[in-house]
């Protein structure tokens, strides 16, 4: 006789499946709630599921057990969590974390199931002294709310807090706090005030009004500027980002410079969060880690600081950063990764209150969607709580401009919606978008924030893997191509995503509803990066045809409708020697190259004035999805492979009347018919340009092989 997937759904309901309903004999089933016997009321049986009815309630303070003949099983509280019943109890809409002035320090943290709760304050940063703390008893509101008011100035001291639940005590670092010690160990009172650069409060973010007017750089803080010949000084540091006029020995710009000169609007950093000490040691910075590992989510990353042991470091040097990226005309979003922790067991969450915060299975395994065995659950309305109060903290504190959700497929939809609404109360221009992939976690599929469900998410950008995936090839198959990279029969598909992958119409394959919904883009941190695609998938084409569909790949992104997103290093040619996945790779495969700008310095103009191209005209930028229904045209009977279309009649209030856009991914040249008119060249395969390169008469253009040509008329 077996009784498994026992849970909690009400806090007088127990559930359960026998495997033998036969030989099942309900009279000799004990529940057992701490040291107190709970008589059963009644029981429904549908098969062999049982549900239980009790007499009295389960006091969440004691684990619960069904004991039957010689089984003893835990019940899991999993399902009682995300109850209205629960949350009616436990929901906790206090500010938690700690409050501190010169007199005194207020601390608060949620936790229902301790049974006591201590502040331990230490002089030290770290275990190893083995300091005693001074300990503080905590007092607790009935909705699990623990509190205490600690006297005196408490700035430069550490704190934990001492936990015990279920005959256990664990010692954690509050999810809340804003500051650390080295390597995140135990959280630092300090005076954020203190932190604030000079005139921070007159820092002004430039972002722009509608969402599709970005260009988005996705930038790792360490690769940067780790290159020997970056010229950067504070290599791998938040403020080697801003260190300005850098050249490579080549004398070619490098860092900010570069980044100035490309001329895109939002840079998108990479975790800049605190992240595992088992992936980058503060101490000794030496090892490679993208973070995408959390370790304490509202405390800036010390290894990319100049000095981790400060806990006042850190937070002052990114605001530095910040601050001067808007000054030189940037938005700084910021990579967040709420899905999962970097360790199921150990990290302080589950030692603060252990079940609620993760995502379960029936059988009591932790749902692993995110692949690292310990999805969130976003649903339960504490981690909800907790996320959005996160987010909210970084725009107020650090004047953060967007959000790029890593696997947001896995967060719930209201949650989602929720973190939108919060965002447009304080600035409906702050950008949030996510990967919406669809996978395999423990919510239903209508209720996953994935792009799928993305007419849901009004004002939420996904990541397209399908204009990704159609220009260059499936990222899941190394050999494949895609449009640009030769394959054939590919225009139908190029035709959605041209138009920001919009659902016009029930029957069409669409996916969006709005163009801002997108984020198109062929290449990112994940996977090959777009040059080592290339040749993997292209291995025998010359190295000038190489680049040829290099810059076609992101010509397509760049002309698009929807929101355009590169890959830092990508305008010249990034490799990372075929390493497909390079989290914990070295420098030498990660860093930004700047060697290869000089030799990709063609590529690199050619990226730079089709970005200019794009922000001087409106017309590649709609915002509304009866726009680009009403001014984007594609031409018919066009030769074989090759997409053309006009955005006609001023689209989005353009200064060019029409803007004709010809992608040409075949190896031959070839003779387009296009309407009659006196059209202006300013883009070919080699040049992008404002002003015209060569007029052209007539409903006839040559075309150039492996190419994208763009022509204005005003006529």
């Not at 007199?103 to 002089?123: M, Q, R």
């Not at 570069?258 to 992936?279: A, N, Y």
């Not at 941190?525 to 290339?534: A, E, Y």
């Amino acid at each position: 006789m077996n009784i498994y997937d026992l849970v909690v759904t009400s806090f007088n309901k127990i559930n359960f499946i026998v495997d033998d309903i036969l030989n099942f004999k309900i009279q000799n089933i004990i529940i057992k709630n701490g040291d107190s016997i709970l008589k059963i009321d009644g029981y429904e049986v549908i098969k062999n599921k049982f549900q239980l009815t009790l007499s009295s309630s389960i006091n969440i303070k004691e684990e619960s057990f069904v004991i039957y003949e010689n089984l003893k099983i835990k019940a899991s509280y999993y399902s009682l969590f995300s109850t209205k019943e629960f949350n009616n109890r436990y929901y906790c809409s206090s500010e938690l974390g700690y409050n501190y002035t010169k007199d005194h320090t207020s601390f608060k943290i949620w936790c229902p199931i301790a049974v006591n709760l201590h502040v331990l304050i230490y002089k030290e940063s770290e275990s190893f002294t083995g300091e005693k703390p001074e300990k503080i008893n905590m007092k607790e509101h009935p909705n699990g709310l623990w509190y205490c008011d600690v006297l005196g100035n408490l700035d430069g001291y550490y704190y934990t807090y001492e936990v015990d639940i279920y005959n256990d005590i664990y010692e954690a670092v509050d999810p809340y706090t804003v500051a650390v010690g080295i390597n995140g160990f135990r959280g630092a009172i300090i005076d954020l005030n203190k932190t604030n650069p000079y005139d921070w409060y007159n820092d002004s973010s430039p972002r722009p009004r509608y969402f599709t007017d970005a260009v988005i750089y996705e930038v790792n803080v360490r690769d940067i500027s780790s290159h020997p010949d970056s010229g950067i000084k504070n290599k791998g540091k938040f403020t080697g980002i801003i260190e300005e006029n850098t050249y490579s020995s080549h004398n070619i710009s490098t860092g900010l410079a570069h980044i100035q000169e490309l001329g895109v609007t939002h840079i998108q950093l990479m975790p800049i969060f605190d992240f595992s000490h088992r992936s980058v040691d503060e101490k000794n910075p030496i090892d490679y880690n993208w973070g995408y590992d959390p370790k304490n989510y509202n405390v800036p990353e010390g290894s990319y600081s100049t000095d981790a042991f400060n806990p006042y470091c850190r937070i002052y040097e990114l605001k530095k950063t910040i601050m001067e990226l808007h000054k030189k005309g940037f938005c700084v979003n910021m990579d967040v990764v709420y899905n999962h922790l970097w360790d199921g067991i150990d990290n302080n969450f589950q030692k603060i209150f252990p079940g609620y915060y993760f995502r379960y299975n029936k059988d009591g395994s932790m749902s692993n969607g995110s692949g690292c065995n310990n999805d969130t659950a976003s649903e339960n309305l504490m981690m909800k709580k907790f996320i959005i109060d996160s987010i909210k903290f970084w725009v107020k504190e650090y004047h953060i401009d967007g959000f790029r959700f890593d696997l947001m497929g896995l967060h719930d939809i209201e949650t989602m919606n929720s973190i939108r609404k919060e965002l447009d109360t304080i600035d409906p221009s702050i950008m949030l978008y996510g990967e919406g992939w669809n996978l395999k976690t423990n919510l239903r599929d209508d209720e996953k924030a994935c792009k799928e469900n993305s007419s849901k998410m009004p004002n939420i950008g996904h990541f397209n893997d399908m204009i990704r995936d159609t220009i260059k090839g499936s990222i899941f198959i190394p050999k494949d191509t895609g449009y640009a990279t030769g394959k054939d029969h590919m225009e139908c598909l190029l035709k959605i995503c041209i138009t920001a992958s919009l659902k016009f119409t029930d029957g069409d394959n669409g996916i969006f509803s709005n163009p801002c919904e997108t984020i198109n883009y062929v290449s990112c941190h994940d996977n090959h990066t777009l040059w080592d695609k290339i040749n993997l998938s292209c291995e025998n084409e010359s190295l000038e045809d190489k680049k040829y569909m290099h810059k076609l790949c992101n010509g397509i992104i760049l002309t698009s409708q929807g929101i355009p997103f590169l890959h830092s290093g990508v305008e010249f040619c990034r490799t990372k020697s075929m390493i497909e996945n390079s989290f914990k790779s070295s420098d030498s495969i990660n860093c930004i190259d700047w060697h290869r700008k000089a030799l990709f310095l063609d590529v690199c103009k050619y990226y730079k004035d089709l970005i200019n191209l794009r922000k001087e005209h409106a017309g590649f930028r709609m915002n509304k999805k009866e726009d680009i229904k009403n001014h984007l045209i594609f031409l018919n009977n066009v030769p074989k492979n090759i997409v053309a279309f006009i955005l006609k009649d001023h689209a989005n209030g353009d200064p060019w009347k029409s803007i004709l856009i010809i992608y040409n991914p075949n190896k031959n040249a070839g003779i387009l018919n296009i309407p009659y008119n006196s059209w202006n060249l300013i883009g070919t395969r080699d040049k992008i340009s404002l002003s015209p390169l060569k007029i052209i008469e007539g409903d006839k253009i040559e075309l150039e092989p492996i190419s994208m040509t763009i022509l204005y008329s005003n006529e």
